[in-house]
């Protein structure tokens, strides 16, 4: 069993930035993939960025050169934290964000009741 829960989220303005953290926990985490996904009022969830169990990041193209993922090593296999930098922030990014973990590749699928899944932070932009 994984557990995930995210934090950092906020009320900015267009153009800050925040760093929004997952923290995972449970045994042999430290080979799972850690993703981001987010989703807007009234909108699908989509993916936004991810890394697999090795630190290999993937993005969403229309978050890439924005956002900047990051896997944080830990002292034991049974935690690990990613970290989510986000830029130049957009009223459009407002959305809950969520995080998710599934075994070694950074999920990819916004629906895939199968990854473990955190419960969210809002992030909210103000224009």
């Known amino acids: 069993q994984v557990q995930v829960e995210e934090s950092g989220g906020g009320f900015v303005q267009a153009g800050d930035s925040l760093r929004l953290s997952c923290a995972a926990s449970?045994?042999?985490?430290?080979?799972?993939?850690i993703s981001w996904f987010r989703q807007a009022p009234g909108k699908e969830r989509e993916f936004v960025a991810g890394?697999?169990?090795?630190?290999?990041?993937?993005?969403?193209?229309s978050v890439e050169g924005r956002f900047t993922i990051s896997r944080k090593s830990a002292k034991t296999n049974a935690e690990t934290t990613v970290f989510l930098h986000v830029n130049s922030l957009l009223p459009e990014d407002t959305a809950v964000y969520y995080c998710a973990a599934d075994w070694a590749e950074a999920p990819r699928l916004p629906r895939r009741s199968e990854y473990y899944w955190g419960q969210g932070t809002q992030v909210t932009v103000s224009s």
């Open positions: 890394v697999n169990w090795i630190g290999v990041p993937v993005y969403a193209d």
């Open positions: 449970g045994r042999t985490v430290d080979r799972y993939g």
